[in-house]
Nanobody, 125 residues
Framework: QVQVVESGGDLVQAGGSLRLSCTVS????????MGWFRQAPGKEREGVSC????????VYADSVKGRFTISKDHAKMTLFLQMDSLKDEDTSMYYC??????????????????WGQGTQVTVSS
């Protein structure tokens, strides 16, 4: 049985930092890339960043480039998202997902078949 569990969401002031973590069990790390997605109330879920199975290839949404860093512990099938210089508009539920070996532009969510329940990030100004 596949389990995807996110953690690290919190309330933080604008300009601050957070680090999200995601652990996946039941999948082989070498066969799956992973990604972070977010969904604010009333909006569609969007790709934030995704990474290849080996961790060598990454894709970022334009809105987070230069502020967020995705990384993957290949051996442990654990995903991280370091979020710096947070803005009000980063407030969302953040989801982790496992999907294709190699990330595609925009991290299309239909390619990701295994999802977590999400962790809330709230940025206050």
């Amino acid at each position: 049985q596949v389990q995807v569990v996110e953690s690290g969401g919190d309330l933080v002031q604008a300009g601050g930092s957070l680090r999200l973590s995601c652990t996946v069990s039941g999948l082989s790390s070498g066969n799956y890339g992973m990604g972070w997605f977010r969904q604010a109330p009333g909006k569609e879920r969007e790709g934030v960043s995704c990474i290849s199975a080996t961790g060598q290839s990454t894709v970022y949404a334009d809105s987070v480039k230069g502020r967020f860093t995705i990384s993957k512990d290949h051996a442990k099938m654990t995903l991280f998202l370091q979020m710096d210089s947070l803005k009000d508009e980063d407030t969302s539920m953040y989801y982790c997902a496992a999907g294709p070996r190699y990330p595609e532009y925009g991290c299309p969510r239909y390619l990701y078949g295994y999802w977590g329940q999400g962790t809330q990030v709230t940025v206050s100004s």
